[in-house]
């Protein structure tokens, strides 16, 4: 099994571009989200699915949309770049309900700066 | 709402030295709480994680974590501290309904001195 892949691994964007990153896991997990990582910050959350068809914001969604049509895919899209979106961005997922007990499992990252 | 307090953004131990690195937790539910590791440029790994049976949880490379919900508290241990351990180390919560989020503390970066 892949797991969870997040592509790619790296990119730069020029402000006001805009991009998808890429997420896809093999697991049959309902639940998806998207994480960034910024230093002494920890990882915070953008948003997050439940299931196809149903997606919520999380901490910090400004800037950003998703949108959930199959199980496997939870694509991430900048809509205009801006210098604060550089950052590390970690895709995850996990069972729902009190089967999330076997946890998490997380994608390798997207370094993504924008300048 | 969850939330999660680790304190100490910075810990460092002498090699051989015991490893604590504190993680409180606020949830009205009982939880489900982790301790992921991240070591340099790479991606999250669990190291345990605490579900609501024992409340000493044993995980990787020797680590060990209590949960005292008296405290709120599930506090990440480990007796004897090896080089290979300094790494960025994150306590997180979720609950058990289907909308649980996984919500982390702000990390906590691990030196090991020689």
């Known amino acids: 099994n892949a797991g969870v892949t997040q592509t790619p691994k790296f990119q730069v964007l020029k402000t006001g571009q805009s991009m998808t990153l890429q997420c896809a896991q093999d697991m049959n997990h309902e639940y998806m989200s998207w994480y960034r990582q910024d230093p002494g910050m920890g990882l915070r959350l953008i948003h997050y699915?439940?299931?196809?068809?149903?997606?919520d914001q999380g901490e910090v969604p400004n800037g950003y949309n998703v949108s959930r049509s199959t199980t496997e895919d939870f694509p991430l899209r900048l809509l205009s770049a801006a210098p604060s979106q550089t950052s590390v961005y970690f895709c995850?997922?996990?069972?729902?309900?009190?089967?999330?007990?076997?946890?998490?499992?997380f994608g390798s990252g997207t370094r993504l700066t924008v300048v | 709402a969850q939330s999660v307090t680790q304190l100490g953004s910075h810990v460092s131990v002498s090699e051989g030295a015991l490893v604590l690195l504190r993680c409180n937790y606020s949830s009205s539910v009982p939880p489900y709480l982790f301790w992921y590791v991240q070591y340099p440029n790479q991606g999250l790994q669990l190291l345990l994680k605490?579900?609501?049976?024992?409340?000493l949880v044993k995980g990787i490379n020797g680590f060990e974590a209590e949960f005292k919900k008296s405290e709120t508290s599930f506090h990440l241990t480990k007796p004897s501290a090896h080089m290979s351990d300094a790494a960025e180390y994150f306590c997180a919560v979720s609950d058990h309904s289907n909308t649980g989020k996984l919500i982390f503390g702000q990390g906590t970066t691990l030196q090991v001195k020689p």
């Open positions: 605490y579900t609501s049976a024992a409340t």
């Open positions: 699915s439940v299931g196809a068809g149903i997606t």
């Open positions: 995850a997922s996990s069972y729902s309900g009190v089967s999330r007990r076997n946890g998490y499992t």
